[in-house]
């Protein structure tokens, strides 16, 4: 009986080290991606008023449309939610949400938008908070379009 205790004892050490391991490598993970996205974000100088083209998005039928949307720095992009179920929309990565023109999450309704300003050049991500497998890209260049 002592023998099994033992060893009883000696799985969960194994395992109690095994789940700290993992832990301390998802952290290390989700920091180096927070960092490189700093990296790639970089803001530019104030937009002009004037005229910029606006990107529209829409979630419909838990669908992301278009997935991925490219436009200059300075451009709007509306994210509209078609569907009847609200949506807590998000910047970055699930659970480690990074502001996007002053957004880290808004909740958007059924017919309501979410517009920001593409302020930052390089590769974003947003998605339903609530229900992460609605998500979108898009990727802001450091040009204006003329």
């Known amino acids: 009986m002592a023998q099994r205790s033992k060893k009883l004892m000696a799985g969960m050490i194994v395992f109690g080290v095994a789940v700290v391991a993992v832990v301390v490598l998802a952290v290390a993970a989700s920091s180096a991606y927070l960092s490189r996205q700093d990296r790639t974000a970089q803001a530019g100088p104030a937009c002009s008023s004037g005229a910029h083209a606006n990107h529209r998005v ?20 509306t994210i509209t939610n078609l569907d009847s179920t609200g949506r807590l929309l998000a910047f970055g990565p699930h659970e480690h949400h990074v502001p996007y023109d002053g957004v880290a999450e808004r909740v958007v309704s059924k017919g309501q938008s979410l517009t920001v300003t593409l302020v930052q050049a390089g590769n974003f991500r947003f998605h339903d908070h609530l229900h992460d497998e609605v998500q979108g890209t898009f990727t802001v260049t450091s040009g204006s379009a003329q």
């Open 58 to 77: 829409v979630i419909q039928q838990g669908k992301v449309t278009p997935e991925h949307t490219t436009a200059p720095r300075c451009d709007t992009l």
